[in-house]
């Protein structure tokens, strides 16, 4: 079987794509090992854009004489809070998600409770929907945004 690339929060854990065995329980032991570990790895890599972010933007505070300066710092600064707000509410579905694993209860669809899949799991490690369940609900939410 030829190499494949590790790519996103697979390769930022240190980690190849899960092997399934044949007969293998889903969501066993080693499985959810997998996942939590991409997941801690995931949260802590935010914590640490957190902190870099706070400290640049204390090293950078500066108080500009031309106010079109003052202006496009504190555009900066507002991207950047926005972008931490974001991911804050990331960490926070992060460990919700590490607490599912936890109480064992990770993995299936909260909708129609069918296994998720590992590979889209690992895609997106907080989904907590099916595909199937997640397009009807797009489906659903953009009905509803036209109305």
């Not at 960490?91 to 607490?99: A, D, G, L, M, R």
Request: proline content about 4%; some cysteine; aromatic content about 6%.
């Amino acid at each position: 079987m030829p190499d494949q690339k590790k790519h996103g929060l697979l390769a930022q854990a240190g980690l190849e794509p899960y092997q399934e065995k044949p007969g293998e329980e889903y969501m066993n032991d080693a499985q959810r090992a997998h996942f939590r570990a991409i997941l801690e790895t995931w949260r802590n890599d935010l914590r640490n854009e957190v902190d870099r972010t706070k400290s640049h933007m204390q090293d950078e505070a500066a108080n500009f004489p031309d106010p079109v300066d003052r202006a496009a710092q504190e555009e900066e600064f507002s991207l950047e809070l926005r972008t931490r707000d974001r991911e804050r509410k990331l960490i926070k579905k992060i460990e919700k998600t590490i607490n599912l694993i936890k109480e064992d209860d990770f993995g299936f669809c909260e909708s129609c409770g069918i296994e998720i899949g590992i590979r889209r799991l690992e895609a997106r490690p907080t989904a907590d929907l099916c595909v199937d369940c997640k397009t009807l609900a797009e489906i659903k939410e953009k009905q509803s945004g036209r109305g």
